[in-house]
């Protein structure tokens, strides 16, 4: 199976602040990561697919990138909305791998 | 509209089978490349994909929970079955199905059902 792991596990900041989140697959899987949002109490929801691709009616300021094993998804000028946990997930082949997430906490 | 959501026991007590449904609309599993998964997430919020049926009814599991699944649809009635023998309490968690949609080469879960929070206790 393909291990992606997900890094860092929590991280605290301020609104208007940048953060990063990072993951890496185990093994090469091109572009086919999608990353998910969770907010407390409800299910994931896409926010990008095929490593880049923003989901429709989901704001600028969020962004990724990666290719190959190396995977990043970027928040600017953080809203009150992204506190949130967020995990990525390889669609390269079955069976599917999730990251263990990302709590984003004030 | 797409809409799923998922139904099946609270509660289980360890060796027992869990049979969880996931009722949908808005699509048809008929549809030449769609697919219906099941996911799963721990107490510790560990997201686990466990299974996906294909339009086509082709299947997949997950490695390491592949001898106790079994996937099945009803096309006619859009639902989707997952089955999974002898449950323990590690298989306590919230139990969620999602479309996989797909665009070009790629492929993603969107959107999910509301969860369904299942117990394995005595």
């Known amino acids: 199976d393909i291990q992606m792991t997900q890094s860092p596990s929590s991280l605290s900041a301020s609104i208007g602040d940048t953060i990063t989140i990072t993951c890496r697959a185990s093994?090469?899987?091109?572009?086919?990561v999608n990353w998910y949002k969770q907010e407390p109490g409800k299910a994931p929801r896409l926010l990008i697919y095929?490593?880049?691709r923003l989901q429709g009616g989901d704001p600028s300021r969020i962004s990724a990138s990666g290719s190959g094993t190396d995977f990043t998804l970027t928040i600017s000028s953080l809203q009150s909305e992204d506190f949130a946990s967020y995990y990525c997930?390889?669609?390269?082949?079955?069976?599917?791998?999730f990251g263990h997430g990302t709590k984003v906490e004030i | 509209q797409i809409t799923l959501k998922e139904s099946g026991p609270a509660l289980l007590e360890p060796t027992q089978t869990l049979t969880l449904t996931c009722s949908f609309s808005?699509?048809?599993?008929?549809?030449?490349?769609?697919?219906v998964g099941w996911i799963r997430q721990s107490p510790e919020k560990a997201l686990e994909w466990l299974a996906l049926?294909?339009?086509?009814?082709?299947?997949r599991y997950s490695s390491s929970l592949k001898n106790r699944l079994t996937i099945t649809k009803d096309t006619s009635k859009n639902q989707v079955v997952l089955t999974m023998t002898s449950v323990d309490p590690t298989d306590s968690g919230t139990y969620y199905c999602a479309r996989r949609s797909w665009g070009g080469l790629d492929t993603w879960f969107e959107p999910w059902g509301q969860g369904l929070l299942v117990t394995v206790a005595s």
């Open positions: 095929g490593a880049s």
């Open positions: 093994q090469i899987i091109d572009t086919y």
């Open positions: 997930q390889q669609s390269y082949k079955t069976p599917y791998t």
């Open positions: 808005g699509f048809s599993l008929s549809t030449n490349g769609l697919a």
């Open positions: 049926i294909y339009w086509d009814d082709d299947k």
